[in-house]
Each structure stands twice: as C-alpha cells, then as structure tokens.
C-alpha cells in the first residue's frame, strides 16, 4: 500500500498521470489483494 501511495503522490507532483496506464500493486501480506490503477483517457492525480 506504500507504494500506491507512493506513485499516487508523485503522479500528483508531476502534473499528474496521462492516459494510458494500466498499474497493479499487491497488497503486502496477502496472495491473492491488489489494486489496479487504470487511466484510459485524459489526466488523473492532478
């Protein structure tokens, strides 16, 4: 989860994140809990 927060807060720092990405993190301690970041169009974390 640290590292979501992470490359959330530097996307926001950087102008954000244009589209496409497609990113997952796993969720530390468990085998099968993820996030997935998609962003099919325009700018997110701005």
Do not use: C, H, Q
């Not at 992470?6 to 993820?34: E, H, M, Q």
Request: hydrophobic fraction near 45%; aromatic fraction near 6%.
């Amino acid at each position: 989860m640290i590292k979501l927060k992470k490359w959330i807060i530097n996307a926001g720092k950087n102008g954000g994140a244009d589209a496409p990405v497609s990113k997952t993190f796993l969720i530390k301690g468990t085998k099968d809990v993820r996030i997935d970041i998609e962003i099919i169009t325009g700018k997110a974390f701005i």
